[in-house]
């Protein structure tokens, strides 16, 4: 089974992912994590070691250039049946050149965990992938209609349930300096300038429509504090196994 997850960056994917992962390996469910977390990221707050900040300052730019490259060449061979990666970068306008070389990068990459998730029988949690791309593209690609959409989700690999994080915009935004702040100079150089956060909360909205209207199971969680995620983790799990009993029962 595969769950990704999808929402404006720093409305709380990856805590809530990780959440998730714990609490669905407390009620006897076997996992696997695929996580896009940045190497200058405070990994505290995931349970994960925390780097030293002032080295890791300039080192994790470094780590964001090399890690992608070795990643690609690991990964291409298993992409190559991949039809909806040519398909996805060439939705992007043609004077977005760099965002589409990240683009193919990242899909290449994603294509290949996919891969391995959907030959497992644990539940496969992604805290972004595919519907991530979709609503990426969108925010570049602005003159992309509600027709548009559903025709990029035709495209792209199905999972068993897409999860979209909300969070409030202020709250949005003050996660964003932080890490704005933590990744350093050459690191916020290499983040994505496109789309405001109210842009990107829209543009989830449109997507999270669109998935439903083509069939798609999709789903809101909410990140306000730990107690709502809590409540919302608890939800997501008991949704999941439901999903996943019918598939056994198939």
């Not at 991949?82 to 992007?92: E, F, M, P, Y």
Request: glycine fraction near 6%; include cysteine.
């Amino acid at each position: 089974m595969i769950v990704e997850l999808f929402g404006p960056p720093g409305a709380g994917k990856t805590t809530f992912a990780m959440a998730l992962d714990v609490r669905l390996r407390e009620r006897g469910n076997a996992t696997k994590m695929h996580l896009s977390l940045r190497p200058g990221e405070d990994r505290s707050q995931f349970g994960l070691p925390h780097h030293n900040v002032s080295w890791h300052t300039f080192s994790d730019p470094l780590l964001r250039i090399t890690r992608p490259i070795l990643q690609l060449i690991v990964a291409k061979a298993a992409s190559n049946g991949d039809t909806s990666i040519r398909s996805l970068v060439a939705k992007l306008p043609k004077n977005h050149q760099v965002t589409a070389l990240r683009m193919r990068q990242y899909l290449i990459r994603l294509s290949s965990a996919w891969r391995e998730a959907q030959h497992s029988n644990s539940v496969a949690i992604f805290d972004q992938a595919y519907v991530q791309a979709i609503v990426s593209i969108l925010i570049a690609s602005k003159q992309l209609e509600d027709g548009d959409i559903i025709d990029l989700i035709a495209i792209t690999p199905r999972c068993d349930l897409a999860i979209r994080v909300e969070a409030p915009l202020g709250e949005v935004g003050t996660r964003l300096t932080a890490r704005a702040q933590a990744i350093g100079r050459i690191g916020r150089f290499l983040e994505s300038k496109s789309g405001a956060p109210i842009d990107w909360a829209q543009t989830c909205e449109r997507v999270k429509t669109g998935l439903q209207r083509y069939g798609r199971t999709a789903v809101d969680v909410h990140s306000t504090d730990r107690d709502t995620l809590l409540v919302e983790v608890e939800r997501i799990c008991s949704k999941i196994e439901q999903i996943h009993c019918l598939e056994a029962r198939k």
